[in-house]
């Protein structure tokens, strides 16, 4: 069982790594943010950067106690 120090730790380490994520995808140009690859989870990284903050939307969501099926990362 992890602890609340740990998942804060994990928490942390998650965000850091997203915002590596998002500051690299943010010198990508609109062409390499729509164009569809083969095996990648969605088919677009934009599609899949939207999926990763609806996620976030979600599991906030539902620590806040106030679930919410569909994210709005629009």
């Given at each position: 069982?992890?602890?609340?120090?740990?998942?804060?730790?994990?928490?942390?380490?998650?965000?850091?790594?997203?915002q590596k994520l998002?500051?690299?995808?943010?010198?990508l140009t609109p062409?390499?943010?729509?164009?569809?690859?083969?095996?990648?989870?969605?088919?677009?990284?934009?599609q899949q950067l939207?999926?990763?903050?609806?996620?976030?939307?979600?599991?906030?969501?539902?620590?806040?106690?106030?679930?919410?099926?569909?994210?709005?990362?629009?």
């Amino acid at each position: 069982m992890y602890t609340a120090a740990v998942l804060r730790d994990i928490h942390e380490r998650a965000h850091r790594s997203l915002q590596k994520l998002l500051d690299h995808c943010a010198s990508l140009t609109p062409e390499e943010l729509h164009r569809e690859m083969e095996g990648f989870g969605n088919p677009t990284v934009q599609q899949q950067l939207e999926h990763i903050i609806n996620a976030e939307e979600y599991w906030l969501s539902v620590v806040r106690g106030k679930f919410a099926e569909e994210g709005t990362a629009e």
